[in-house]
């Protein structure tokens, strides 16, 4: 019943904005971490930004890229910022979701939403 619902995908100039939104739906005890990944076309998924105690940012997106939570709600937004041509992918939102005061968490995914950069 948990569900990853991501929005904020579109088609940008480079040196452009965008901001994604990943919104949690359905019953849970707590959310550990949350995450964004991308995959480019003939390209591996990769981690793009995590925050949970902390946050983590790979080394391609430091300085232009923020992850952060809503004050209110259940979302993580992710704020691309100076955006690249190499930053064209599918965005992925993902969450490890406790249901239950227990120590295991499950891996839930959003369906992905395409960003594009364009020269």
């Known amino acids: 019943q948990v569900q990853l619902v991501e929005s904020g995908g579109g088609s940008v100039q480079a040196g452009g904005s965008l901001r994604l939104s990943c919104e949690v739906s359905?019953?849970?005890?707590?959310?550990?971490?949350m995450a964004w990944y991308r995959q480019a076309p003939g390209k591996q998924r990769e981690l793009v930004a995590s925050i949970s105690g902390d946050t983590n940012y790979a080394d391609f997106v430091k300085g232009r890229f923020t992850i952060y939570r809503a004050n209110a709600g259940k979302t993580v937004n992710l704020q691309m910022n100076k955006l690249k041509l190499e930053d064209t992918a599918v965005y992925f939102c993902?969450?490890?979701?406790?249901?239950?005061?227990?120590?295991?968490?499950?891996?839930?995914w959003g369906q992905g939403t395409q960003v594009t950069v364009f020269s």
């Open positions: 359905g019953p849970f005890f707590h959310i550990a971490t």
């Open positions: 993902n969450a490890d979701i406790a249901l239950a005061p227990m120590p295991t968490t499950d891996t839930y």
